[in-house]
Nanobody, 116 residues
Framework: QVQLVESGGGLVQPGGSLRLSCAAS????????MNWYRQAPGKERELVAAVTSDSGSTKYADSVKGRFTISRDNAKNTVYLQMNSLKPEDTAVYYC?????????WGQGTQVTVSS
């Protein structure tokens, strides 16, 4: 079955950086677009970044453009989210996501807290 396992979250000061990873298994990773979502307390889950299967195209939420970079390594079945210049409003649980065989699949999430 599809498994998505996020890692790399933690506590960071404003202006700092973190790199999230999502290890995927159970499907042909190189054939599917991958997404990062986040959900802050009391807010709806929102799309942060997306990358096509061949890394040919990426898109970002306006709130993270110029600060976050999504990338993938199809040889390692892993998608990354490099987060720079972090702000307190980036605090959220970050989820890896893909849609495989018509079903939306999610990881367990990793907490990112930006605070001094």
């Amino acid at each position: 079955q599809v498994q998505l396992v996020e890692s790399g979250g933690g506590l960071v000061q404003p202006g700092g950086s973190l790199r999230l990873s999502c290890a995927a298994s159970g499907f042909i990773f190189s054939s599917y677009a991958m997404n990062w979502y986040r959900q802050a307390p009391g807010k709806e889950r929102e799309l942060v970044a997306a990358v096509t299967s061949d890394s040919g195209s990426t898109k970002y939420a306006d709130s993270v453009k110029g600060r976050f970079t999504i990338s993938r390594d199809n040889a390692k079945n892993t998608v990354y989210l490099q987060m720079n210049s972090l702000k307190p409003e980036d605090t959220a649980v970050y989820y890896c996501n893909c849609r495989v065989r018509g079903r939306s699949e999610w990881g367990q999430g990793t907490q990112v807290t930006v605070s001094s």
